[in-house]
């Protein structure tokens, strides 16, 4: 054959791949509001910037008549390309391919895009659309499935992983996502669970909808297993490019840098929070009156929504925010809260992203269901991810900081490196009301008006203790400061630690309570 010949033969079978599962098959795809795996490769990556890799491996399966099955690329596109200029690798499950299901060859392109992933630092992004293991490949894909697990637990704090639901994620397949950063959703696409909607019916006899069990907004919502929610795909793939914006490729290198801008007049940080520490407040407001250019990334927004994690930058460098939300159950600490800051913290920590937390906190929520819940185990996890985080640590307590929300925010005590303090600040063991019923009660209750012994037993303690200078002069906060100062503290500490160097006790790892 000449040269020609063969250019003609590969560019014929590159078409027959690029087909994936046939004509059929992607008609229906688009009729349930899905991109193809290429679509939206195109469309997450730079224009022209994707080289795909292994497009000609096959299954070699032979039960239950594979043999005379074909199946283009084995149902999973993989290759690399960039996003925002920067190298990112990618995996992306071909549903038109028999549903996406992973069988051992599929399972081996993926495997082979995380290897090259890590070798050559750079983030993996992996964009699921499957049926779960290939059901005629047997224990192959559950061989597949572990190989994929090992090597998120590998990758996890080298390089950055994002998984994007883009159809059913079912079964144990779910626990790559849960294994990665970041999870992307879209409204009326995703869908995760490990057992659907028949196995439900037939061991519980309960009838249940796979919206309902695992769409997008009960895992933005409810579960917490979604960090990001997405309208359609357009959106996702949108909202995946800005994030990469804000996260290094790897451990070992910072993010992007942008132009330092001025936060935005809208903006008047002492406007925001009011004079009556009983009335509540958007603290993403007062995120966007200290961040360059009012720009926040919010991070899991429906989700324990009182307490909100995200990025944004300081002089055109990320930094992660932690903050009490007083709009949301007085900016409490709860289960759920816990865990999600305490995983923000790790991979803040991780990346090398300084940490900026803002506190207005009653402490954690008292009530048998949070007990039951194991407040105890997972408010530990605040605890012990500030405790072990070397990064830049930088606290502004703006009102309440009260008992172990205190020393959970990212106290003195847990090695903060600056803790600033509004004059606002209230730094006590609790709350005034509950403190003063506490320790004055025998003086309440045999007074002649108790009602009124106590309305002054409550404002003597909130003279003495419910303001920042008893914290201030034991130097468990380094300054009192007006609002209006916060952006030029918050800069001039991030400047003093950005050569910031401590050693921890070495050990093998810590057992953070999981
Ligand atoms: C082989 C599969 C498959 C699978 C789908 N297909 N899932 N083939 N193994 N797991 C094939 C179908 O046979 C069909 O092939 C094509 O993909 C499209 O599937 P449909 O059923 O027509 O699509 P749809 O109606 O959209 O339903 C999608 C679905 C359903 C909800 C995902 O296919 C489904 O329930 N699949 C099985 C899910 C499951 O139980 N997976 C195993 C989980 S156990 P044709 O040739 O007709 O086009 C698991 C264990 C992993 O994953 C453990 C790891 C630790």
Same mark, same amino acid.
């Given at each position: 054959?000449?040269?020609?010949?063969?250019?003609?033969?590969?560019?014929?079978?590159?078409?027959?791949?690029?087909?994936?599962?046939?004509?059929?098959?992607?008609?229906?795809?688009?009729?349930?509001?899905?991109?193809?795996?290429?679509?939206?490769?195109?469309?997450?990556?730079?224009?022209?910037?994707?080289?795909?890799?292994?497009?000609?491996?096959?299954?070699?399966?032979?039960?239950?008549?594979?043999?005379?099955?074909?199946?283009?690329?084995?149902?999973?596109?993989?290759?690399?390309?960039?996003?925002?200029?920067?190298?990112?690798?990618?995996?992306?499950?071909?549903?038109?391919?028999?549903?996406?299901?992973?069988?051992?060859?599929?399972?081996?392109?993926?495997?082979?895009?995380?290897?090259?992933?890590?070798?050559?630092?750079?983030?993996?992004?992996?964009?699921?659309?499957?049926?779960?293991?290939?059901?005629?490949?047997?224990?192959?894909?559950?061989?597949?499935?572990?190989?994929?697990?090992?090597?998120?637990?590998?990758?996890?704090?080298?390089?950055?992983?994002?998984?994007?639901?883009?159809?059913?994620?079912?079964?144990?397949?779910?626990?790559?996502?849960?294994?990665?950063?970041?999870?992307?959703?879209?409204?009326?696409?995703?869908?995760?669970?490990?057992?659907?909607?028949?196995?439900?019916?037939?061991?519980?006899?309960?009838?249940?909808?796979?919206?309902?069990?695992?769409?997008?907004?009960?895992?933005?919502?409810?579960?917490?297993?979604?960090?990001?929610?997405?309208?359609?795909?357009?959106?996702?793939?949108?909202?995946?490019?800005?994030?990469?914006?804000?996260?290094?490729?790897?451990?070992?290198?910072?993010?992007?840098?942008?132009?330092?801008?001025?936060?935005?007049?809208?903006?008047?940080?002492?406007?925001?929070?009011?004079?009556?520490?009983?009335?509540?407040?958007?603290?993403?407001?007062?995120?966007?009156?200290?961040?360059?250019?009012?720009?926040?990334?919010?991070?899991?927004?429906?989700?324990?929504?009182?307490?909100?994690?995200?990025?944004?930058?300081?002089?055109?460098?990320?930094?992660?925010?932690?903050?009490?939300?007083?709009?949301?159950?007085?900016?409490?600490?709860?289960?759920?809260?816990?865990?999600?800051? +305490?995983?923000?913290?790790?991979?803040? &920590? !991780?990346?090398?992203? @300084?940490?900026? =937390?803002?506190?207005?906190?009653?402490?954690? %929520?008292?009530?048998?269901?949070?007990?039951?819940?194991?407040?105890?185990?997972?408010?530990?996890?605040?605890?012990?991810?500030?405790?072990?985080?070397?990064?830049?640590?930088?606290?502004?307590?703006?009102?309440?900081?009260?008992?172990?929300?205190?020393?959970?925010?990212?106290?003195?005590?847990?090695?903060?490196?600056?803790?600033?303090?509004?004059?606002?600040?209230?730094?006590?063991?609790?709350?005034?009301?509950?403190?003063?019923?506490?320790?004055?009660?025998?003086?309440?209750?045999?007074?002649?008006?108790?009602?009124?012994?106590?309305?002054?037993?409550?404002?003597?303690?909130?003279?003495?203790?419910?303001?920042?200078?008893? +914290?201030?002069?034991?130097?468990?906060? &380094? !300054?009192?400061?007006? @609002?209006?100062? =916060?952006?030029?503290?918050?800069?001039?500490? %991030?400047?003093?630690?950005?050569?910031?160097?401590?050693?921890?006790?070495?050990?093998?790892?810590?057992?953070?309570?999981?």
């Amino acid at each position: 054959m000449t040269l020609e010949g063969k250019i003609n033969e590969l560019n014929e079978r590159r078409q027959k791949v690029m087909m994936g599962g046939g004509d059929k098959a992607i008609e229906k795809q688009k009729a349930m509001g899905k991109m193809t795996a290429r679509e939206r490769i195109d469309l997450l990556l730079d224009a022209n910037s994707f080289h795909e890799y292994d497009m000609f491996v096959e299954h070699d399966a032979r039960d239950f008549e594979m043999d005379k099955k074909k199946l283009p690329g084995d149902g999973v596109v993989t290759g690399a390309g960039t996003v925002n200029g920067a190298p990112v690798a990618v995996f992306a499950q071909d549903f038109t391919v028999a549903g996406g299901s992973l069988g051992i060859m599929h399972a081996k392109k993926i495997t082979k895009i995380m290897d090259y992933a890590l070798k050559m630092r750079i983030p993996l992004i992996g964009i699921n659309d499957s049926g779960g293991a290939r059901i005629q490949e047997g224990v192959n894909s559950l061989y597949g499935y572990g190989e994929i697990f090992f090597r998120n637990t590998l990758a996890s704090g080298i390089i950055p992983q994002i998984s994007v639901i883009l159809g059913p994620c079912a079964g144990g397949a779910v626990y790559s996502p849960a294994l990665t950063d970041f999870v992307f959703v879209v409204d009326g696409v995703s869908k995760m669970f490990i057992t659907g909607p028949e196995v439900i019916k037939t061991v519980l006899g309960e009838e249940i909808t796979m919206e309902d069990l695992g769409g997008a907004r009960i895992h933005s919502e409810v579960s917490g297993n979604a960090h990001f929610f997405a309208k359609n795909e357009e959106e996702c793939f949108a909202m995946i490019r800005r994030l990469l914006t804000f996260i290094p490729w790897n451990n070992t290198v910072k993010a992007m840098t942008l132009e330092p801008a001025e936060p935005k007049n809208e903006y008047d940080i002492e406007k925001i929070v009011s004079d009556d520490p009983s009335l509540p407040y958007d603290v993403r407001d007062v995120i966007r009156a200290v961040a360059d250019n009012s720009d926040f990334l919010e991070i899991q927004e429906l989700y324990a929504r009182n307490l909100v994690i995200g990025f944004g930058r300081m002089r055109g460098q990320t930094v992660g925010f932690v903050a009490n939300q007083p709009n949301e159950m007085a900016g409490v600490l709860d289960v759920d809260s816990s865990d999600k800051a +305490a995983r923000f913290i790790r991979f803040c &920590d !991780a990346f090398n992203i @300084p940490i900026i =937390t803002l506190v207005d906190v009653p402490g954690y %929520l008292p009530g048998i269901d949070q007990e039951h819940a194991g407040v105890i185990r997972h408010g530990a996890k605040i605890l012990y991810s500030y405790s072990e985080a070397t990064v830049p640590k930088i606290t502004v307590i703006i009102r309440k900081a009260y008992g172990g929300g205190y020393i959970a925010m990212a106290s003195r005590h847990l090695r903060a490196d600056f803790v600033f303090a509004w004059p606002t600040a209230e730094i006590a063991v609790m709350g005034p009301e509950g403190a003063a019923n506490i320790i004055f009660r025998k003086e309440i209750s045999s007074s002649e008006n108790p009602e009124e012994t106590r309305k002054q037993m409550v404002n003597d303690y909130k003279k003495k203790f419910a303001n920042p200078y008893v +914290a201030a002069a034991k130097g468990y906060i &380094d !300054a009192v400061i007006e @609002p209006n100062e =916060t952006r030029s503290m918050i800069l001039h500490a %991030l400047e003093i630690t950005a050569n910031k160097h401590i050693s921890m006790p070495s050990k093998k790892h810590g057992i953070p309570p999981f």
